[in-house]
T-cell receptor, first 112, second 116 residues
């Protein structure tokens, strides 16, 4: 069964850089990797998306190695408001079809 | 831009009744809309994918007669939970995407359903 793997939880302190990695061995060839942030009782919010190498926007960076079997979301200088669950969304090859799969999510807790 | 709304935000109903949840893309035309279900502290579970004007594609294990999905326009999709039971209580989230870009999904705020 094709799936993604993320750490269940992470702890950090304000001002630190946080890196969350998602493994996706069966990633589809032509699809992007997308990361979302979710606060309790809210819908997920788009953070960043990439295909390969490095992508950076105003809130995060995304590192994708050449084989695309993993991706790392990097949050620079986190604050308390970054406490949330972070999900990777990738298209995986499963049973001959491409299927969009959400990771299990990484619960990030940022401490003062 | 790319705002998606859901209504209602929360609903409590009696067992056996039906509940309709609306999902609207407010400032763009959504070719595809998705419906997810999320249990506490769990990831999003895709229930079905709907394209405007055609029948929804349901994921394995999701009863299409139980969860009726209608996507009559490019800005509105509805999910009706028919004959709801307590085990249907959950957080239901919709999302919308543009044509050919299903990895970029714009999510609604979710609907909390409690069936008594």
């Amino acid at each position: 069964l094709a799936k993604t793997t993320q750490p269940i939880s992470m702890d950090s302190y304000e001002g630190q850089e946080v890196n969350i990695t998602c493994s996706h061995n069966n990633i589809a060839t032509n699809d992007y990797i997308t990361w979302y942030q979710q606060f309790p009782s809210q819908g997920p919010r788009f953070i960043i998306q990439g295909y390969k190498t490095k992508v950076t926007n105003e809130v995060a960076s995304l590192f994708i190695p050449a084989d695309r079997k993993s991706s790392t979301l990097s949050l620079p200088r986190v604050s308390l408001s970054d406490t949330a669950v972070y999900y990777c969304l990738v298209a995986l090859v499963s049973g001959g079809y491409n299927k969009l799969i959400f990771g299990a999510g990484t619960r990030l807790a940022v401490h003062p | 831009g790319a705002v998606v709304s859901q209504h209602p935000s929360r609903v409590i109903c009696k067992s056996g009744t039906s509940v309709k949840i609306e999902c609207r893309s407010l400032d763009f035309q959504a070719t595809t809309m998705f419906w997810y279900r999320q249990f506490p502290k769990k990831s999003l579970m895709l229930m079905a994918t709907s394209n405007e004007g055609s029948k929804a594609t349901y994921e394995q294990g999701v009863e299409k007669d139980k969860f009726l999905i209608n996507h009559a326009s490019l800005t509105l999709s509805t999910l009706t939970v028919t004959s709801a039971h307590p085990e249907d209580s959950s957080f239901y989230i919709c999302s919308a995407s543009l044509a050919g870009d299903q990895e970029t999904q714009y999510f609604g705020p979710g609907t909390r359903l409690l069936v008594l």
